[in-house]
């Protein structure tokens, strides 16, 4: 039996890490172990802890890490702090490898923390391009990584390129892609939202549809997260549809993004726009399924949108150069462009489906090779 | 004036750099900031404080870092502190880049602590392959610094191969060579070693020559550091002539070297072996550059060894994959082999000056770049 | 010129703390350092950056120390990581001397590491009883202080009888009294809150009165704060004029008074309660001075009222034993208890001023202490 | 049952808490959970990890927490770290009650950290007076602790004046005694200490006599470390008996001091001083027993000493004011009053045996209050 320690740091992560989890947990080879770092515990940011139980999960061990404030010296001490309560944590839980995932600084503690413990670590989701702070350190993490799970061809191509062994690299998709592929050809929602979720606004009629909104503050840019909202906000507001709105991650530029939403709120009581912290994954992706588009700078819109095949407003820098499908306009911060993307996709309607992103089976693979990988921590570049 | 800041950490990076801040100093368009941090800062390693201030600079920032401790999550640890206390110098001095140096924990600390900044980064000895942490995180930081100084056309192609771009990575040469060029062709050393230095053991008559000896514990091997290091007392003392042995650095495993070292100091109290914890870079050199020969897995065999010909007896994994001038023999942790390569490489004798890497002159071409590159720290895979 | 350190470390010690602030800056032998720190750096729990600044204030060192979370461990966190922080902010700084205000984990971090880096520490607030973990911290400030600035005669009796000297206890009054006492005989508002301040919640009408609710949550019940802020919120509901009430402290339980707080807005959207994060504390008090009642567990409504006069209903167990005048009735975390003491305090009308806790001349007397009291920092018990 | 945690930081704290650790064990009703924390696991002070698993106990949790260093801000800094370190230690073995020794910056970590964990603290040596940082530190434990276990009448009468309530402190006698009351009538050591701690220097004839040497620096004079233990060191060498120097305790000023032991062995090779770094707690007592006499600053002089009747030469400040048996004679810094002191009580030989500091039984007392007390967390100023 291998112990596999997962570190889920993020609402988003949580969702993307599922299927794995699930596929950890059923080989017969593999015994999960579960670390719930960051802003995974914090509820103001949704705390993903009761749906992780909900969904069957033992947590071995709740790791604080995030230092309030808003200044990128903030993300620093972080990191530094996420390396000392990990690196205790990975003593305690003696894993034979640690899975991390994406490119915040809490993967970056996570690896740092195994690295230096003389612990192999798996990355999933490396090779990808986006810019900012994120990039730096998805390839950083590669370095310090000992199995790569990538969800494209070209991701891996990447992962080989940046002297990574053959052996180490497996396209398996990305496992983001499993949960959505387990949607089912929704036609229309299963649930009331605002039942289920609360949220703060108005109660909406989405009879007629309606558009999911997801904008996070992009690092390098912090100072304009205000800024950067407020223009989609303006676009989002001259829609014909109601729209729902997802709460930022937190990160530098959160407060400012967060700042900007609440003052819309207050000067405009009674726009048709309902804002949510947090909702279940499958939640979630059923309410992605069936909107008729997804707007902001959410990699959600560019990964499960391509297999679902929604219509996809891409705003601002912070997905630049990542891979798509045909279902995504790029648009820059300026709400006359964002509300003219947003027309020309709800006038287009779904896309068909693209494997671009993975087939739905990455977690099965992932954990696979997990249980039959050489597991080492002792690499050299291969060049 | 761009403010440059460079981090000092060690003993052996401050040897390395220092031509480098001597360089810094004198341009007109620089201005340096010191910061003087982890084992640099402690007795028991060899502080390099009062040196540094001796060769005419000004320490602004003290960063105490090092946890106390034989075990890897010390590293870990360690590491943590680094990135929360440098970010704080880092957020006080306002530098417009910083400078790091090779691949320890306090150049991951910097690392970590200067891209999360937002403040470019400067990495010198990219693209050198060795194995073991090191070249996890010598990588690692590759990928999150904006400018790239390497000491070798290989290190260079290694660099870019891994995906940074072409206009940001400069084959400068190695700034430790520019040192040693400045050894003039000396024939016999200008000072006594035992007077200027004290050290423990007997004093020795270097008259017939000597052989200078630096073995570090490798951090992925650290249980057998003690093992490691008897084989090597052993082959020296079956040596024709005396040693002069340097205490090794901090690091998981230098508890198991110093340990090896005491006993077989109070088992052989008489054997031809003078004990150093620290020497000035320029009389390190001298007394290299007059030696037999030098055997251990310093670095130092390898690099300033080469273009000062100075014949080497490699130990071990550490420097596997360095790229060597024909100076080099290499041998397993094994005294027989160790010995019999002594005797071969004292039978041989000096070799030709090799200029592998460098001329003499990387700390020009190091501190023009900082003046004239663009200093940006956000990027994107070349790929 | 002593050079006096004041760490400033969250919106309301800032209010206490201000007029020695100015008092330190008008003095001809002192020079103010301020340290701003912790959660009055932060947006969410109103930070008071700008109040200091429009203040005429220069912040010397930003510190940022608190981990993001909901439990007890958190505070053990925070005060860990402010001692790393402050012992490097009072490095680079150099006081002669550092003050510090009242019992939160701030203060405890401020005072480790004043006395371990062998500083002066004034306490100010000393020698009052409480209950809770803020009993426990502020007996232990004293006992790592070495001048204490108290407010009571009973106070400096009780750091007295803990073994402190003679002549390092100064019954100096509270300097938030000084600030009360700047107050008019104000009859009426001189400003609009809602203009000045928004807040969340409907515009109300004052004109009628209306009543002043802070309610922070009691660390050592702090899986009680939700269902201890519900009873309150029900008694408020119940009285007949509206209420202005202020977001609570980040503490553990501060969460579960966020989230009552939030659902009854939700569930009574048109209940008359305006809420506030913050205020400048002129215009707070002048608010407090204008108000009919207080109610909550706030120490202004003991302190500051007691000068002002203000009829105060305290609840719950948060100031157990702290001296009162006449105008505070204590009541239970239970609404029908809290409705019946707002009844009979509306009922009662303003109280005459008391001096217990100062006559307005605090701020002078610290002052001329911390310019001629000799400044040691090694002490032994009296007895 | 009831599970007690004892915090093990230093070689000398653990000396002094075995017996509490063997009656913990012993009771019935109690349950050990043992942390290994701060110098206790360090190489060069001594680790006590062979020893205390020598001893039959478990080491539940392991705490790296000292940062390297010589310098005032290290000892805060390492008190933040061993908080944030120690604060996971008990989330994660969750005790009932926490015990701590002494007054070191061990001690202040673990008190900030049971405290903020609302996780009742015992504290053990409570109420004596010292000077220096410690003075400060242990006060401070004491308002931060729920039960107190002190070792003398006059420290229980300080505890309760310092307004401790009366059914909290408890007069246990020091457990130290409880080892040095296990020595027989000792009167020829059992055991050759050469042979079983090696140690460097000669191997001394201990046949005529001996006289024991423990020195630690001071720490708000640590700048003297090294003038002071040079004083000592030439007393003891003008002394007619061979001396047993043991190796101070980590803290700032302890590289001043080991530097000054260093230098006197470098030019007196042949002075007839041994030194150990570490020693079993019995043997150390033993060898104390049957010397002549024993100098320096230790607390065991005047503890462990008075019991034993050992004559003792109490050197400088350390132990100021703490209370005395008549086998202690105290001298400044001065070589020659040293010297005079060490002559004098050589011939006066050995005292007879005080119980100042207990009667021997102080384990089994502590045990039983553990058992039996209730265990709280939240208490009030008895005054």
Known sequence: MRRVCVVVTARPSYSRIKTVLDAVNAHPELELQLVVAASALLDRYGSVVEQIEADGFTIDTYVYMVLEGESPIIMAKTTGIGIMELSTAFHNLRPDVVVTVADRYETMATAVAAAYSNIPLAHIQGGEVTGSIDEKVRHAVTKLADLHFVATDVAGRRVLRMGEADDRVFVTGCPSIDIAAQMTETQQ?????????????????????????????????????RLHVEQTLDAVSQTRLPALWFWPNVDAGSDGTSNGLRAFREQNPSAPIHFFKNMAPLD???????????????????????????????????????????????????????????????????????TLYGDGKACVRIADHLASAALTFDKQLAY
Chains 1, 2, 3, 4 share one sequence.
């Open 284 to 354: 979630f992706l059923e309410l992605l399924a069936c909107s008729n588009a997804i707007v902001g700078n959410s990699s959600v819109a560019i990964r499960e949108g391509s297999f679902l095949g929604v219509p996809a407003v891409n705003v601002g820098s912070r997905q630049r150069n990542r891979e798509r499908a045909e279902n995504v306009i790029d648009v820059d911060y300026d709400a006359a462009a964002i509300a003219d993307a947003i027309r020309g996709q709800l006038d287009h309607g779904h896309y068909t489906t693209s």
């Open 189 to 225: 929602l299963s649930f009331d939202p605002f039942t289920r979720y609360g949220g703060v606004g108005d109660l909406l009629d989405l009879g007629h549809g309606y558009i999911v909104v997801m904008q996070h503050p992009v690092t390098t840019e912090h100072h304009h997260a």
